[in-house]
């Protein structure tokens, strides 16, 4: 059976209908795009068909491109991958072409035959840029349905032709929220943005195509390009209006990516010199482009990362073996910061909440965050009274533990002290059911050790969601010793339900994130104390594509924080403890009441009203910079290597057992550098002989914390990649 079926009625309408068996959302595949060139030739070459309607027998229209296709197209190419692309590209656009020529005469635009594209529900990536050929979009009215190019999100840009008739159809400047930030709209605000041309009730939707096709005339077919007198909207670059535009663009982009994002840059080319040049000149500088960035590392790995891996994670790839888990009745203790995300998030979820804190009062305070966010929605035009009557109709919020009753999972976000967490474990036990799972939240404390308050350790398990909960997309699953199948298959199941992504590690000190993003902060302190220039520091860390330097950083998550973690890591570690360098500028700061933006003054100024202004002058007198500062290279490996050498020392430690949740949780959880897929991937474009290079030699200046890690080394020495020692099975030895 082929993805697309072919059907003529009685009045000559033929009906291509994409609909991919075994496959809830439709995916181009390469068979797939010859069935729908081979059908669309043949609706062209037959007398009796007046036009054609291209449409889906799925809820949707299609959910984009099957990412293997490219790779295939760069494989079966040898030894010159970039001619097998870029060939491969070409072709497409040759198909798609012939949809919008739609076998008119190219001189009188006579005689083509009508095509429209006629969509049932979400359209995006290839599944808009298929539509976007023909010569009229119809979409259902459906609010849930997604229309838009978000390929620039995983590292490349819409290469079938996307990019140019976008621009061509919006101009530049119309065309950017949707290119450059892979921006998606329900239909009705795609149709106010020029990208779909009809709206139609759900049940009108073919009756409306065929009607479409049936009264088109010879000049509904003719694109506005491909008529005489085409101006793009808003001005080619060397038109006075267009030089504005592109001049900004540039900065813009740049502004944003800081020139480490390959894709975002290549658009721009792609899109300034395709506007220069007739139509089909255009579609092949997309097509170059577009290989250009295939061929850069960096789309790979984020492709891998943010979109396969991901999407492996998120559907169980490291589930155990057990049967359905999906949390019926959350209990959540503590209603503080955390707990009132997390009861939100679930309630949001259609998950029943028990949200217990000390003080009804409190209890009260937590439930009103869901109230808050959900009124500011309702504000923006985001949601309804009734959605939020249903939401919080879902969350008791009490101070009587009898309410647990019946909850089948718990997550205890009370204050990060042993005592008071075992005594909540023990209060929980004593009214759950024997088969609750009992999670914690825990930011620091061994799971292991906090299970031993528990009747059940084997039911015992980390949940470590981050902050602001509703925001962030990680979380974190720790296994302590005795931490059951069971156990983990509830805690995957439940992130499943409140649609976040999930990591499993074992027990250890900061678990994952925790564990790399500290030798970061450490870091940038460091250097800070050694009399680098702050803002060096700071615009290094961005220059590589962490979103936040280190300063900024601590500044945001609070220095107070920072000094009770060193204390009380100085308590666990004795004198194996290695930061006191970095100690010394944090209890520094505490004293002179400097505790980040909570206190309104850190490492930066803030005005009155909490808007950071730069960085504090005071830092120069207290950490004098040097005469010779280092280059930006060495200070972006000391920033970069501090974090991914932990992570490296977490997989050959057992903590984590699969690189692919050590990438994707680095880019989710704390924004690692996303333009490299993560530290695995990182490290895999640098050659682990070049990272031992950096390694020692950073080793050899400042000290044992660069060591390269025995695993380093002998993948070094062995000509290994991460990828593909541990790859395949991703899981490690
Ligand atoms: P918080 O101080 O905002 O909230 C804690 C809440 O627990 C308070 O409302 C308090 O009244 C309540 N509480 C204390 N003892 C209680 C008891 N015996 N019974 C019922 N309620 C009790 O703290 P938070 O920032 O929400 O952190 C909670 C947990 O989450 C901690 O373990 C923390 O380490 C962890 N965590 C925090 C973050 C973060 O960024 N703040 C991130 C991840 C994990």
Same mark, same amino acid.
């Given at each position: ?14 009906t291509i209908?994409?609909?991919v068996?075994?496959?809830?959302m ?11 060139s081979?059908q669309?030739d043949?609706g062209?070459?037959?007398?009796a068909?007046?036009?054609?309607i291209?449409?889906?027998?799925? &809820?949707?229209f299609?959910g984009?491109m099957?990412?293997n ?9 040898g030894?010159n991958p970039?001619?097998g692309?870029f060939?491969?590209v070409?072709?497409?656009h @040759?198909?798609l ?11 009188t635009l006579?005689?083509?035959?009508p095509?429209?594209?006629a ?7 290839i ?11 119809i ?11 978000p390929?620039i999100?995983v590292?490349?840009f819409p290469g ?17 929220p949707f290119l450059? *930030?892979?921006?998606?709209?329900d239909? @009705?605000?795609? $149709?106010? +943005? ?5 709206v139609?009730? /759900? ?6 195509a ?13 694109k ?11 001005g080619?670059?060397?038109t006075p ?12 982009v740049?502004?944003k990516?800081?020139g480490?994002?390959? =894709? ?9 010199e395709g506007?220069?040049?007739?139509f089909?000149t255009?579609l092949?500088?997309e097509?170059?482009?577009f290989?250009?960035?295939m061929?850069n /590392?960096s789309?790979?790995a984020m ?5 396969l891996?991901?999407?492996?994670l998120?559907?169980g790839?490291n ?6 888990q !999906? ?5 959540? %203790? ?8 997390i009861?939100?998030?679930? &309630?949001?979820a259609? %998950? ?10 409190? +209890?009260?305070?937590?439930k009103g ?5 959900l ?9 309804? #009274?009734?959605?939020?009557a249903?939401?919080l109709? !879902? %969350? ?6 009898t ?6 999972l718990?997550?205890e ?6 005592a008071?967490?075992? #005594?909540?474990?023990k209060?929980?036990?004593a ?5 609750c799972?009992y999670?914690t939240n825990?930011?620091t404390?061994?799971i292991?050790?906090l299970a031993?308050?528990?009747a059940h350790p084997?039911?015992?398990i980390? %949940?470590?969601f981050?902050?602001p909960?509703?925001k962030m997309?990680?979380? *974190? ?6 931490t059951g199948?069971?156990a983990?298959?509830? &805690?995957?199941d439940?992130v ?8 499993v ?5 900061f678990?994952?994130a925790?564990?790399c993003?500290?030798?970061y ?12 220039a /702050? &803002?060096?520091v700071?615009n ?7 979103p $936040? ?5 601590v500044?945001?998550t609070?220095l ?6 060193a !204390? ?5 570690m004795?004198n194996?403890?290695p ?9 520094w700061?505490v004293?002179q009441g400097?505790?980040g933006?909570?206190s ?5 100024a803030y005005?009155?009203?909490?808007? !950071?202004?730069?960085l504090?002058?005071?830092?120069a007198?207290?950490?004098p910079?040097?005469d010779?500062?280092?280059d ?6 000391r ?5 991914v050498l932990e992570?490296?020392?977490a997989?050959e430690a057992?903590?984590l ?8 949780g680095a ?5 690692f550098a996303?333009?490299s897929?993560?530290p ?5 474009i640098l050659?682990?002989g070049?990272a031992? *290079? ?14 390269a890690? /025995?695993l380093?080394?002998?993948m ?8 593909g020692?541990?790859?395949t099975?991703?899981? =490690?030895?």
């Open positions: 059976m082929t993805d697309f079926t072919y059907a003529v009625d009685a009045d000559g309408v033929a209908t994409w609909d068996a075994g496959k809830s439709n995916v181009m595949s390469l068979a797939g795009f010859q069935a729908l081979d669309v043949a062209l070459a037959d007398p068909v007046k036009g054609i291209i449409t889906s027998g799925k &809820a949707d299609a984009g099957d990412l296709v490219l790779a295939k197209m760069k494989n079966d190419a030894d970039a001619q692309l060939d491969g070409m072709q497409m @040759k198909v072409r012939k949809i919008e020529r739609a076998g008119m005469d190219p001189k006579k005689g083509g035959k095509i429209v594209a969509l049932p529900g979400t359209a995006v990536g599944g808009l840029e298929v539509p976007l050929s023909c010569h009229r979009i979409a259902a009215d459906n609010p849930k349905a997604k229309i838009g190019l390929e999100l590292g490349i079938a032709g996307g990019t140019t008739r976008l621009v061509r159809k919006l101009g530049a400047m119309g065309a950017s450059l *930030e892979g921006k998606l709209s239909p @009705k605000k795609a $149709l106010s +943005a020029g990208i779909i041309d009809e139609v009730a /759900p049940d009108q939707l073919l009756i409306r065929k009607e479409w096709v049936l009264g088109a005339k010879d000049a509904d077919l003719v506005p390009w491909d008529a005489k007198g085409y101006k793009m909207p808003g080619t670059p060397y209006q267009g030089f504005m535009t592109f001049l900004g663009a540039s900065a813009m740049h502004g990516t800081y480490v994002y390959p =894709a975002a840059k290549a658009l721009l080319s792609a899109v300034y506007a220069q040049v007739p089909d255009a092949k500088i097509a170059r482009w290989t250009n960035v061929l /590392p789309s790979g492709i891998r990362s943010l979109f891996n991901k999407e492996a998120e559907k790839a589930r155990p073996d057990a049967p359905d !999906r949390v019926k009745k959350l209990g959540v %203790i503590g209603a503080g910061m955390m707990g009132a995300g009861a939100y998030v679930s &309630a949001l259609g %998950i029943e909440v028990v949200l217990i804190d000390a003080t009804q009062e409190a +209890a009260d305070k937590g965050y869901a109230d808050g966010i009124s500011k929605g309702i504000q923006r035009g985001k949601g309804t #009274e009734a959605k939020r249903e939401v109709g !879902r %969350i008791t919020a009490t101070t009587d533990y309410a647990l009753k019946g909850v089948d718990i997550v976000a009370v204050f990060e002290d042993m008071v967490k075992a #005594e909540v474990t209060k929980v036990e009214v759950v059911g024997p088969d799972i999670a825990t930011s404390l061994p292991s050790d031993k308050a528990s084997e039911q015992f980390g %949940i470590h981050f902050s909960v509703d997309a990680l979380v *974190e699953i720790i296994k302590g010793k005795a199948n069971r983990v298959a509830k &805690a995957l439940y499943r339900q409140i649609r976040k992504t999930p990591i590690v074992n027990d250890a000190r678990f994952y925790n564990r993003i500290i030798p902060i450490n870091e940038g302190m460091r250097l800070l104390g050694e009399g680098v /702050p &803002a060096l700071e290094a860390a961005k220059l590589v594509g962490m $936040l330097g280190p300063l900024q950083l500044d945001e609070s107070d924080l920072g000094a009770k973690i !204390r009380a890591t100085k308590a666990a004795g194996a403890y930061d006191s360098a970095v100690d010394d500028i944090v209890f700061m004293g400097r505790l933006r909570k309104n003054s850190g490492f930066y005005d009155a009203a909490g808007k !950071r202004e730069g504090w002058s005071g830092l007198d207290r950490f910079q040097a010779t500062q280092p930006v290279t060495e200070v972006q490996h920033l970069l290597m501090a974090q992570a490296v020392r997989l057992g903590v057992t699969d690189i692919r949740e050590g990438d994707v880019i989710l959880g704390w924004g996303p333009w897929g993560g695995f991937s990182w490290l895999d050659g682990a070049r031992v *290079e950096i390694c020692d030699d950073l080793t050899a200046r400042f000290g044992d914390r660069f060591a890690p /025995p380093l080394r002998e070094a020495a062995k000509g290994q990649s991460f990828y020692r541990f790859g099975q991703a899981k =490690a030895a």
